[in-house]
């Protein structure tokens, strides 16, 4: 079998498929960006931009596949994700595999994305390995969720703030509020807005008796069925005054009915004590941990 990473053809999809999913059954291989069945794996690189059929790179001959790697990004971010790399070998070969193939993946990107992401289920011990021989620093990470029993179960109260649908005219409210709590992330605050436009994401805002905005929220239906809540965030000020759950039941009930999985999820960093805690507040489980490695920012 090959042992350099090669472009997947169309005769490979199947195989890479069957590969993933038996991976991803393996906490110790699991990577969350994805699911664990084929039709969830499927929709979750079907999701990707560019075309991950373009930019899947794998191991072995055709028929024969037992590494694969997918990545995609984001010029206006500036970054990468890698989706894998997924390997059937033994521990004591995995990481210099799975080297090559990160390699393949990441030498695909434009000039101006400066750094890459890999992220693994906390038990999956190769990749924090992979890393730590790649120098990208791990932080960890937590994703909790709420059933459509739990966000029933809300009382539907008189909110204040008022919570209304995203508007083109609040773009120069939410921008300074995202571009400071999540500074080069995956959407920029006017593509948050543009995807809110085009029905892609449920984007809410808080605001008091007109005063202009003081917080927001956005989510989506991940190609799993998921519900997920992407961003929120809450002017320094008006922090712990109810604005930041407002939010998050006005998205979670928006976002339920539309879930397949009839939940919504959320990712919470380790270190965000304060955060894990008011999302378990209102119900929110940890469902796993995980391990997102960041290549340092070319230059920095």
């Given at each position: 079998?090959?042992?350099?990473?090669?472009?997947?053809?169309?005769?490979?999809?199947?195989?890479?498929?069957?590969?993933?999913?038996?991976?991803?059954?393996?906490?110790?291989?699991?990577?969350?960006?994805?699911?664990?069945?084929?039709?969830?794996?499927?929709?979750?690189?079907?999701?990707?931009?560019?075309?991950?059929?373009?930019?899947?790179?794998?191991?072995?001959?055709?028929?024969?596949?037992?590494?694969?790697?997918?990545?995609?990004?984001?010029?206006d971010?500036?970054?990468?994700?890698v989706?894998?790399?997924?390997?059937?070998?033994?521990?004591?070969?995995?990481?210099?595999?799975?080297?090559?193939?990160?390699?393949?993946?990441?030498?695909?990107?434009?000039?101006?994305v400066?750094?890459?992401?890999?992220?693994?289920?906390?038990a999956?011990?190769?990749?924090?390995?992979?890393?730590?021989?790649?120098?990208?620093?791990?932080?960890?990470?937590?994703?909790?969720?709420?059933?459509?029993?739990?966000?029933?179960?809300w009382?539907?109260?008189?909110?204040?703030?008022t919570?209304?649908?995203?508007?083109?005219?609040?773009?120069?409210?939410?921008?300074?509020?995202?571009?400071?709590?999540?500074?080069?992330?995956?959407?920029?605050?006017?593509?948050?807005?543009?995807?809110?436009?085009?029905?892609?994401?449920?984007?809410?805002?808080?605001?008091y008796?007109?005063?202009?905005?003081?917080g927001?929220?956005?989510?989506?239906?991940?190609?799993?069925?998921?519900?997920?809540?992407?961003?929120?965030?809450v002017?320094?000020?008006?922090?712990?005054?109810g604005?930041?759950?407002?939010?998050?039941?006005?998205?979670?009930?928006?976002?339920?009915?539309?879930?397949?999985?009839?939940?919504?999820?959320?990712?919470?960093?380790?270190?965000?004590?304060?955060?894990?805690?008011?999302?378990?507040s209102?119900?929110?489980?940890?469902?796993?941990?995980?391990?997102?490695?960041?290549?340092?920012?070319?230059?920095?």
């Amino acid at each position: 079998m090959s042992l350099v990473a090669r472009h997947a053809g169309g005769s490979d999809l199947g195989a890479v498929l069957d590969l993933i999913v038996g991976q991803q059954a393996r906490r110790d291989r699991n990577v969350p960006s994805v699911g664990t069945d084929h039709a969830a794996v499927r929709a979750e690189l079907e999701d990707l931009e560019p075309p991950w059929t373009d930019t899947l790179r794998v191991l072995g001959e055709p028929g024969r596949v037992f590494g694969a790697v997918a990545i995609d990004w984001s010029v206006d971010a500036g970054r990468a994700w890698v989706y894998g790399p997924w390997i059937d070998v033994d521990d004591d070969r995995w990481v210099d595999l799975a080297e090559g193939l990160v390699a393949a993946a990441t030498d695909q990107t434009p000039a101006a994305v400066t750094s890459s992401v890999l992220s693994a289920d906390v038990a999956h011990r190769l990749m924090a390995a992979l890393a730590d021989r790649l120098g990208w620093p791990g932080e960890l990470n937590h994703v909790l969720f709420a059933t459509a029993a739990t966000i029933g179960s809300w009382p539907v109260e008189s909110e204040m703030p008022t919570v209304r649908a995203a508007a083109a005219s609040d773009l120069d409210g939410i921008r300074p509020l995202h571009d400071v709590e999540f500074p080069a992330t995956y959407f920029s605050a006017s593509e948050v807005i543009a995807r809110a436009g085009r029905g892609e994401q449920v984007v809410l805002v808080a605001e008091y008796d007109g005063g202009g905005v003081c917080g927001y929220v956005a989510g989506r239906i991940d190609p799993d069925g998921d519900g997920y809540v992407d961003f929120l965030a809450v002017a320094p000020g008006l922090r712990r005054a109810g604005v930041g759950g407002a939010l998050v039941r006005a998205v979670s009930r928006a976002l339920v009915p539309a879930s397949s999985t009839q939940r919504v999820s959320l990712t919470v960093q380790d270190s965000r004590h304060g955060a894990r805690a008011f999302y378990e507040s209102l119900g929110f489980v940890v469902e796993t941990s995980i391990v997102g490695y960041r290549e340092p920012i070319t230059g920095a």
